[in-house]
């Protein structure tokens, strides 16, 4: 007698728009490693090509608008998906068409990153790139997770005298049609790191986490996709912000070089094996470790 093939559950599917970045310490490498550790499995549609390492970016080449709408639309025709995901979008063109294909599925959550520059300050988007943006993505976010000079140069107007407050630039960010904001405050000038989650009505919950020693590869791509994970596998927006902020922070503390630049968040960091974890305390204890995060 045959038994009866019992087909199991699939992971709850992530889509993804960012750019490709060669060293997968951002984009949407680092994007594929954050869903595929939380048990999601990530689906993809690349927006540029970059040239960069752990140092910094030296060069952007944005995916024409029309192979971008290809990849998205010939995946999500096959595939259900539980969330999206938006990183680096390459040019206004992009904007366009991942706005235009978000816009189909208005009942899918839509996690957004607004990537700027890069950890170094490299520009990754433009004034044309942020405008569009501001018209025509933003008003579809469910969650923006900007930092502080991110939402500041999202929400900047002529009027300002000086610098914003991250209230004022949340209550802004949320008029242009965005559902809610987590504006993270790695760029502040505080003892510990204090991330804000904001909603309609003001302030949802304060965060705040040991300020970690070193600079960070890809930590607003990790927490923008942590937190996208735990919605796709059924997660309030409450709590798949608290979980994805305490996933992203193990990451980075268990951060390592991989090259001459900035530390690479370790997204497996719950994979590795007691006995890994023992040699590698001894070696720093014998001086052959970089204790500092440096």
């Not at 300002?160 to 790695?186: H, K, N």
Request: aromatic share 4%; net charge negative.
């Amino acid at each position: 007698m045959n038994a009866r093939m019992i087909t199991p559950p699939s992971p709850p599917q992530v889509l993804v728009f960012a750019a490709s970045d060669p060293s997968s310490g951002a984009g949407i490498q680092a994007d594929i490693l954050t869903l595929a550790s939380l048990g999601c499995h990530p689906l993809t549609a690349i927006t540029a090509l970059t040239v960069q390492d752990t140092v910094g970016v030296q060069s952007v080449h944005p995916v024409s608008a029309e192979l971008l709408e290809q990849q998205a639309r010939t995946i999500l025709e096959d595939m259900p998906v539980a969330a999206f995901k938006i990183g680096v979008l390459g040019s206004v063109e992009n904007v366009l068409a991942v706005a235009e294909i978000t816009s189909d599925y208005p009942e899918i959550p839509l996690i957004f990153d607004p990537v700027l520059t890069s950890g170094r300050g490299d520009a990754l988007s433009g004034e044309e790139i942020i405008s569009a943006i501001r018209e025509i993505l933003l008003p579809q976010t469910t969650l923006l997770t900007p930092n502080a000079p991110e939402a500041r140069r999202l929400a900047e107007n002529d009027d300002d005298e000086g610098e914003p407050s991250i209230d004022v630039c949340a209550q802004r960010l949320i008029e242009m049609g965005v559902q809610f904001v987590l504006i993270t405050g790695t760029h502040e000038n505080t003892p510990q790191v204090i991330n804000t989650l904001y909603g309609p009505e003001g302030v949802i919950r304060r965060d705040e986490w040991e300020r970690l020693p070193g600079s960070y590869h890809g930590s607003g791509c990790t927490l923008a996709s942590a937190i996208a994970g735990c919605i796709a596998g059924g997660a309030s927006l409450e709590d798949a912000v608290r979980d994805g902020q305490d996933y992203t922070w193990q990451t980075l503390k268990n951060g390592f070089h991989a090259g001459m630049g900035q530390l690479i968040p370790d997204r497996f960091f719950w994979a590795r094996g007691e006995d890994e974890d023992t040699a590698s305390s001894q070696a720093k204890d014998d001086g052959d470790g970089d204790g500092d995060g440096h």
